[in-house]
């Protein structure tokens, strides 16, 4: 299997959901079956149904937290010596040339990726452009809309 790029922000953050799934969460669901199981008849014991469904949604998200872990490079920025490159990891602020619109990103893995947040997926079109790039250099993106440019304005490794 081939290892992922995930920054170490992104590793608590799924070390954190693992821990609260394992040590919070599954116990109350094991409750949540032992008392739907004490109120008789499982074949028709909606609360039953619905606390197998969650173990089995929790139990799923365990496996697929692991697995993510276990493939991951996780990948300290702040040790990276770009030279002031784009690279993964880095914080970079850009301007859109065509809307002149100023944006401030971070090139993250893909499971951290949340737009909103200003946090890009390494494989998101606007970061493979920016990748290799530095300060005051113009990437294109190819974009649904047509071609979009992005001068870099800044690039730091936080």
Avoid: W
Avoid at 58 to 81: C, F, M, P, Q, W
């Amino acid at each position: 299997m081939t290892k992922t790029p995930m920054t170490i922000q992104g590793s608590d953050k799924l070390k954190e959901e693992l821990q609260e799934r394992k040590t919070k969460l599954r116990p109350q669901i094991v409750q949540a079956i032992a008392e739907a199981r004490a109120h008789g008849d499982l074949k028709e014991n909606a609360e039953y149904h619905a606390a197998r469904e969650q173990q089995s949604f929790n139990e799923g998200r365990i496996r697929d937290i692991e697995a993510k872990l276990s493939n991951a490079t996780v990948i300290d920025v702040t040790n990276v010596d770009a030279a002031g490159k784009v690279v993964f990891g880095a914080t970079v602020k850009i301007y859109n040339v065509n809307s002149e619109e100023t944006f401030v990103y971070r090139i993250v893995g893909e499971d951290e990726a949340d737009i909103k947040s200003g946090l890009i997926s390494i494989n998101s079109p606007i970061a493979r452009a920016l990748i290799g790039k530095s300060e005051d250099d113009v990437a294109s993106c190819d974009a649904p809309g047509g071609e979009i440019e992005y001068e870099i304005l800044s690039v730091s490794y936080v």
